[in-house]
């Protein structure tokens, strides 16, 4: 993995830690103007409705365990386990595309509940 590729790892490892943690401000910076979200209930959400739709009013994740963590090229592909505070998992796959440093899309595929 070239450097490029080392540092778009740590900034979806960031991403996902500040997701756990309800901390948007902190992913703001990460997002380019542009920024898209697409999952199977979305389709190509801005980055404001992001914010207001994805991100948790309250505590739901207990954690994210990343499992799978690949970088090729502008793309970072990543494989992770969740555990939600009721006792709930899941797993899910998300396709993170870069521009420059900066999480300019976000595809999300949906797993079945553990």
């Known amino acids: 993995?070239?450097?490029?590729?080392?540092?778009?790892?740590?900034?979806?490892?960031r991403l996902f830690?500040?997701?756990v943690a309800q901390h948007p401000d902190l992913v703001d910076?990460?997002?380019t103007e542009d920024f898209t979200f697409s999952s199977p209930r979305d389709d190509h959400i801005d980055?404001?409705?992001?914010?207001?739709h994805c991100w948790p009013k309250e505590k739901v994740f207990r954690d994210i365990h990343i499992e799978h963590?690949?970088?090729?090229?502008d793309d970072v592909i990543v494989g992770y386990r969740?555990?939600?505070m009721d006792g709930g998992s899941f797993r899910n796959?998300?396709?993170i595309r870069f521009a420059g440093d900066r999480i300019a899309e976000v595809n999300v595929y949906f797993g079945r509940s553990l």
């Open 47 to 52: 980055k404001k409705r992001y914010f207001e």
């Open 1 to 13: 993995m070239n450097p490029r590729e080392n540092t778009r790892c740590d900034t979806v490892r």
């Open 17 to 19: 830690a500040a997701y």
């Open 82 to 84: 969740a555990e939600k």
């Open 29 to 31: 910076p990460m997002l």
């Open 69 to 73: 963590l690949v970088a090729e090229g």
């Open 93 to 95: 796959v998300e396709m």
